[in-house]
């Protein structure tokens, strides 16, 4: 018997205040640790995770991001990283698509934009930024997450940019269908990896038809592939 559309509404309520409640947690845990994890050995490990990885996988470019306070920071690796192999940072509008820019110094030199996120001054599209650069090995893209479950399922911070720009429902998806071979050719190099503490690594979180996945989380005790759906 298929649910009605008041009980799944119920259970839409539910995940959402699920959601809310966890997020809270999360960032108040994450406040507490601030001035403990900032410079600790914690940063350091996943910075040397992240590398491990990029040796492994060789992508030809690595999407990364700006870590506020609190976040797992891999700044260091992303500016040791730039110099040899092309590393961009996201932007974000609101209501919008994320748009890519360069790192090309000190993360900490950019301007703090929207929310306090540090951005690359001279941005372009996701699908516009990276089909410029060479193929054919993959684009990795490192995804921050409040938490992560063991099928890649991620909890965002809620203003569903990465979701929007590369979930299944997302910009490049939408130009992909609509014929786009340039996003049609990026989609197929994207590779995600999530990143969290591993104290935030969670049993399971709802996920719906529009949610990012990835296939592995990086935390500051190395990366874990995740198990796919009905494994």
Same mark, same amino acid.
């Given at each position: 018997?298929?649910? @009605?559309?008041?009980?799944?509404?119920?259970?839409?309520?539910?995940?959402?205040?699920?959601?809310?409640?966890?997020?809270?947690?999360?960032?108040?845990?994450?406040?507490?640790?601030?001035?403990? &994890?900032?410079?600790?050995? /914690?940063?350091?490990?996943? =910075?040397?995770?992240?590398? %491990?990885? +990029? @040796?492994?996988?060789?992508?030809?470019?690595?999407?990364?991001?700006?870590?506020?306070?609190?976040?797992?920071?891999?700044? /260091?690796?992303?500016?040791?990283?730039?110099?040899?192999?092309?590393?961009?940072?996201?932007?974000?509008?609101?209501?919008?698509?994320?748009?890519? *820019?360069?790192?090309? *110094?000190?993360? /900490?030199?950019?301007?703090? !934009?929207?929310?306090?996120?540090?951005?690359?001054?001279?941005?372009?599209?996701?699908?516009?930024?990276?089909?410029?650069?060479? %193929?054919?090995?993959?684009?990795?893209?490192?995804?921050?997450?409040?938490?992560? &479950?063991?099928? #890649? +399922?991620?909890? *965002?911070? #809620? #203003? %569903?940019?990465?979701?929007?720009?590369?979930?299944?429902? *997302?910009?490049?998806? #939408?130009?992909?269908? /609509?014929?786009?071979?340039?996003?049609?050719? +990026?989609?197929?190099?994207?590779?995600?990896?999530?990143? =969290?503490?591993? !104290?935030?690594?969670? &049993? @399971?979180?709802? =996920?719906?038809?529009?949610?990012?996945?990835?296939?592995?989380?990086?935390?500051?005790?190395?990366?874990?592939?995740?198990?796919?759906?009905?494994?």
């Amino acid at each position: 018997m298929s649910e @009605s559309p008041e009980q799944r509404r119920r259970e839409e309520h539910e995940e959402r205040e699920e959601k809310t409640a966890l997020r809270a947690e999360i960032r108040a845990a994450r406040r507490a640790q601030a001035g403990q &994890d900032q410079g600790s050995s /914690a940063h350091t490990q996943l =910075c040397m995770h992240a590398a %491990g990885l +990029v @040796s492994q996988v060789r992508p030809a470019a690595v999407i990364g991001y700006a870590a506020l306070p609190g976040e797992p920071s891999i700044d /260091a690796f992303l500016e040791s990283l730039a110099p040899q192999t092309p590393a961009f940072l996201p932007a974000t509008r609101r209501g919008e698509p994320l748009r890519l *820019g360069r790192l090309t *110094g000190k993360v /900490a030199e950019l301007p703090a !934009r929207i929310w306090g996120i540090r951005e690359p001054e001279d941005t372009d599209t996701v699908a516009e930024a990276l089909a410029r650069v060479p %193929g054919p090995a993959d684009l990795l893209v490192l995804v921050p997450g409040l938490a992560y &479950d063991g099928s #890649g +399922v991620r909890l *965002g911070n #809620g #203003g %569903g940019f990465y979701d929007r720009t590369f979930g299944p429902l *997302g910009e490049l998806a #939408g130009l992909a269908r /609509a014929g786009d071979p340039a996003a049609a050719a +990026v989609r197929e190099r994207l590779r995600f990896v999530g990143v =969290c503490w591993e !104290r935030e690594r969670v &049993d @399971s979180l709802p =996920c719906e038809d529009w949610d990012l996945t990835v296939s592995a989380v990086l935390t500051e005790n190395g990366v874990r592939p995740v198990q796919e759906a009905g494994a």
